[in-house]
C-alpha cells in the first residue's frame, strides 16, 4: 500500500511539472535599434506627412572593395554581417509602408497639422512622454474631436512602429512580441516631438514633469 501511494505521488509530482513547464511563458529579448527607429520616423513623416518623397540613395559607380564587418552583439543573440552592414532605417520604413493602416494614419496626420499646430501655438495641448497630445486647457468639442483623431492616428502609428521591429527580429507578430517593444517605440516617437516642438509649445520631459520649450 505504501508503494502505491510513493507510486501516485511520483506521477502526481511529474504531472505537476509537466503543466508548470507548458504553462511557462518564454520571454524573447527582442533588439530595438532607437537610432534607427528615430531616423524612420523622421523619413516617414517626410515622406507621407509633407508629400516629400525620401531622398534616393547616390549610386557608387564603381564597386567599393568589401570591409570585414564582426557582428553586432545585442541582448538575447547575434545579428549576422549581412544586417548589420544595412540600413536599418531606410528597411524599417519600407515595411511600415507595407502597412494601408499606418500610411493612412500618416496622411490624415498630414491634413490635420495646421490644427493641431493652432492648439500647441495656445497651448491648449502639449506633446505628452507617451508620444500622445495632451489637453492642457478647455478644449471645446471640435478640438476634442480634433485631438482624439490625432491621438488615434498617432497609436496606429507607433503599433506600426512595434510591428516592424518585431519583423525585422524575424519574430512572430503576435501580442506578446509587439507590446514587448510598443513602449520603445512610443518613446522614440515623443522624443522626436519633443525635439521638433516650437518655442513656447509645452512638452512633458520622460520623468513627467512639463515645461514650456
Do not use: H
Not at 507510486?7 to 511563458?25: D, E, P, R, W
Not at 519633443?194 to 514650456?212: H, N, S, T
Amino acid at each position: 500500500m505504501r508503494g502505491q501511494f510513493k507510486k501516485i505521488g511520483l506521477v502526481t509530482a511529474v504531472s505537476a511539472v509537466f503543466i508548470i513547464t507548458a504553462c511557462a511563458v518564454i520571454t524573447v529579448n527582442i533588439y530595438f535599434p532607437e537610432k534607427d527607429v528615430k531616423t524612420a520616423y523622421k523619413s516617414l513623416e517626410e515622406e507621407l506627412m509633407k508629400g516629400q518623397a525620401a531622398p534616393e540613395k547616390k549610386e557608387t559607380p564603381e564597386k567599393q572593395p568589401e570591409k570585414k564587418t564582426e557582428p553586432q552583439s545585442y541582448k538575447g543573440g547575434w545579428i549576422g554581417v549581412a544586417e548589420a552592414q544595412e540600413d536599418l532605417a531606410q528597411r524599417i520604413s519600407e515595411i511600415i509602408k507595407t502597412m494601408p493602416d499606418v500610411v493612412q494614419a500618416y496622411k490624415e496626420m498630414g491634413a490635420r497639422l495646421s490644427q493641431i499646430d493652432n492648439l500647441r501655438n495656445q497651448g491648449l495641448v502639449g506633446e505628452g512622454n507617451n508620444g500622445l497630445l495632451a489637453p492642457r486647457g478647455s478644449l471645446n468639442p471640435k478640438d476634442a474631436s480634433t485631438v482624439n483623431a490625432e491621438n488615434a492616428n498617432r497609436n496606429t502609428v507607433i503599433r506600426g512602429m512595434a510591428r516592424a521591429i518585431v519583423r525585422i527580429n524575424k519574430l512572430p507578430e503576435n501580442e506578446a512580441n509587439i507590446s514587448q517593444v510598443l513602449k520603445q517605440a512610443a518613446d522614440q516617437f515623443s522624443a522626436l516631438r519633443r525635439e521638433g516642438a516650437k518655442a513656447g509649445w509645452w512638452i512633458q520631459r520622460p520623468d513627467g514633469g512639463w515645461v514650456k520649450k
